[in-house]
């Protein structure tokens, strides 16, 4: 087994004054495809993570819209794994009849998209 060094640091960068409002992307690993995306707004953005899972990690302390962006995509994140998990238990007990309680939350997946 090989030990690979991992630096733990900060980086510190500033973009154009003209640049677009839109979403970006930080490429931060030199192996493989390690970013961290975000929204820039003219407001400044700062936000930690851990570089081996980011987009789990991944803290933003400034920027009220990847704030929220964030929250949104873990309550997302939340009710998809209700309903994968009810699709593995169906697959790996084709005897039960989870039809209802798939539906009930499905629709509650759907309510809660509508919502945010």
């Known amino acids: 087994m090989v030990d690979e060094k991992k630096t733990i ?13 839109r979403t970006y992307k930080i490429n931060y690993s030199t192996n493989g495809s390690g970013f ?8 400044n953005v700062s936000f930690t993570f851990h570089p081996d899972c980011p987009e789990q990690t991944v803290f933003f302390s400034e920027s009220e819209e990847n704030i929220i962006y964030k929250n949104y995509l873990q309550k997302v994140f939340i009710q998809q794994q ?35």
């Open 82 to 116: 209700k309903l994968d998990s009810m699709q593995i238990t169906a697959i790996e007990n084709p005897a039960l009849d989870l039809k209802l309680n798939y539906k009930k939350h499905y629709l509650e997946h759907i309510i809660f998209c509508k919502n945010i």
């Open 36 to 43: 961290i995306g975000f929204i820039f707004n003219n407001e």
């Open 9 to 21: 640091g900060a980086f510190q960068f500033q973009l154009p004054t003209d640049s677009k409002i």
